[in-house]
């Protein structure tokens, strides 16, 4: 991440994790090169990171380095199997810095998990892609909070159970 002489530049910033859906971020990525809106790839660490399908995507800074005070915005990918990122020390302090920002941050599928984990979803309204069985497991989420929609916007926060993109406004819930 750099300055344009002088200039802050501010990015979105697209959340890189070992198994992340490919293919929840190719319609959202199109349209925000198409706006010509800045995107950074945040890996956990400095390593190629391969998707669920094996696409493999180098990070363009880590949640170690990335200043995010040049973020408006973060996308947290959904993921197939996230065993590996429960209790991830970095990616949960990396996600807890933003619980007093007041960037968007998009959480697609199983991703809203990771926002529970990190305390981000606390006290606010969610969807998720995970049943009401693997949410009961994990045992992160408020029942009381979460909304069978497709998406979800409470505040900052937008949870999808699927391409937040390809919804069509009818169906939001805005809390």
Request: hydrophobic fraction near 40%.
């Amino acid at each position: 991440m750099n300055h344009s002489m002088g200039v802050l530049i501010i990015y979105t910033g697209i959340l890189l994790y070992p198994r992340f859906s490919e293919y929840e971020l190719s319609v959202l990525l199109s349209v925000l090169k198409q706006g010509q809106k800045p995107t950074v790839y945040i890996g956990l660490n400095d390593q190629t990171v391969k998707g669920e399908s094996g696409l493999p995507c180098v990070p363009e800074a880590t949640v170690n380095e990335v200043d995010i005070r040049q973020l408006d915005s973060l996308v947290l990918p959904g993921v197939d199997d996230f065993a590996h990122l429960v209790d991830h020390p970095d990616l949960t302090g990396f996600l807890r810095k933003f619980r007093k920002k007041d960037i968007v941050i998009g959480a697609i599928s199983s991703a809203p998990y990771l926002l529970s984990m990190s305390g981000l979803l606390d006290g606010r309204k969610y969807t998720t892609g995970l049943t009401a069985d693997q949410r009961k497991f994990l045992g992160t989420f408020n029942g009381a909070h979460y909304l069978d929609l497709p998406v979800v916007i409470d505040g900052n926060l937008v949870t999808a159970k699927d391409r937040p993109l390809l919804i069509l406004p009818s169906n939001l819930a805005r809390c």
